[in-house]
């Protein structure tokens, strides 16, 4: 069967930024700036604003802006960074490529977010910083592992890639520790027309570094003189001038994306404990993807398939099990949720372009796999 309710509708969400798109690429066009320029620095302030950060350093895409903000604190060989052994590679990864090493933690099961207790165990004398991820449609227990860095002495960063807009432990996601990152790559709630990214911090010394590092280490003001070694990780003008334009509706389309989850909310909780929804109450969520919990996932996903509803799955190996990590030593009952969760989890469709009565009929067709007397 054709799709009838795809996971992301990208041409129903372009169709609502044509006009803008053609506009910004005939502004750009036309001021001959392409990199890191005008629209780039009112981008960086209006973020900051926004979230209330001294600092906001744009980037070319939310990996970079972990792999500059672990570059800025000095992260390299011999450290360890604890982060969840259930969240998108870039978590891990930019780690590893700086030379340290990538400390898995164990997750909870209830919102596949990084187990502060379990990060806590994992914690050694060489650790040097903790970073929790944002997922889903969840938030870490923020003020836990601002409590746990400041007690070990440990530096924390927040990969709230998807997170732009949401607050947790009351205040806004990104802003609890000595940095925090977004992404603005098209498919999350905050996406732009490519990829790029932006780091906040309060820092000042980190802000001066990252900015150097994200321009090939060079000061501002000094082209060709390179003060580190650093990255090609800068911010478009194209990119940044639709990021201006979307901004404002932010908070618009976030509204959408919880309405949407609340559908499926009050529609899924009764099939529990064949399904678990996510922890109940998106106020003050950014709502990426709504992740529900089925020990008959790939039954599921085949049925919904089946009466045109795409779906997806995050994710099908944790990390610890990646062939990328495998120097780590890990092996098959290590972290033993992140495991299940990689079993078990299914995305549903959600997206603010989704038709009126799309949610509602992907919930009619869960119910009617679970009642077919299979």
Same mark, same amino acid.
């Given at each position: ?7 992301? /509708? ?104 990084? !187990? ?8 050694? /004398? ?15 227990? $923020? ?34 520790? /000595? ?15 490519? !990829? ?15 900015? $150097? ?120 009952? !290590? ?18 372009? $989704? ?20």
């Amino acid at each position: 069967m054709s799709t009838v309710i795809p996971y992301f /509708d990208w041409s129903a969400r372009s169709a609502d930024w044509v006009d803008d798109i053609v506009e910004v690429f005939q502004e750009v066009a036309e001021s001959d700036e392409f990199i890191l320029k005008s629209r780039v620095e009112r981008l960086e302030a209006e973020i900051a604003a926004r979230t209330g950060a001294a600092h906001a350093v744009a980037v070319a895409s939310g990996t970079g802006a972990l792999t500059v903000v672990l570059a800025a604190l000095g992260i390299g060989e011999g450290d360890e960074v604890v982060t969840p052994a259930f969240s998108f590679v870039s978590t891990a990864s930019t780690v590893a490529l700086r030379g340290a090493r990538p400390v898995f933690a164990d997750v909870e099961y209830e919102t596949g977010l990084l !187990d502060p207790a379990a990060a806590e165990a994992a914690v050694t /004398d060489r650790t040097r910083a903790l970073l929790p991820a944002y997922l889903f449609s969840g938030s870490p227990r $923020m003020g836990a592992f601002a409590e746990l860095a400041g007690r070990r002495g440990l530096r924390l960063v927040e990969d709230s890639a998807v997170a732009l807009g949401a607050e947790t432990d009351g205040r806004p996601a990104g802003r609890h520790g /000595d940095a925090g990152v977004y992404s603005f790559f098209p498919a999350k709630p905050a996406g732009g027309i490519g !990829d790029a990214g932006m780091i906040v911090t309060d820092d000042p010394e980190i802000a001066r570094v990252a900015r $150097m590092l994200r321009n090939h280490g060079q000061p501002a003001g000094k082209r060709f003189y390179h003060e580190l070694l650093g990255f090609n990780c800068r911010m478009d003008e194209l990119t940044a001038g639709f990021l201006l334009r979307k901004l404002p509706h932010l908070d618009g389309l976030l509204e959408r994306r919880r309405a949407i989850a609340a559908v499926y909310e009050e529609g899924l909780r009764p099939l529990a404990p064949a399904l678990l929804p996510p922890p109940a109450g998106f106020g003050g969520r950014a709502v990426y993807t709504y992740v529900i919990r089925s020990q008959e996932r790939d039954a599921l996903r085949s049925y919904l398939a089946g009466q045109g509803i795409e779906t997806a799955v995050y994710y099908p190996r944790p990390l610890h099990l990646q062939p990328a990590f495998a120097h780590l030593g890990h092996g098959p009952g !290590d972290f033993p949720v992140a495991e299940r969760l990689s079993r078990e989890a299914l995305a549903l469709p959600l997206h603010p372009d $989704m038709a009126p009565g799309a949610a509602e009929r992907v919930v009619a067709a869960v119910h009617r796999f679970h009642t077919a007397g299979r």
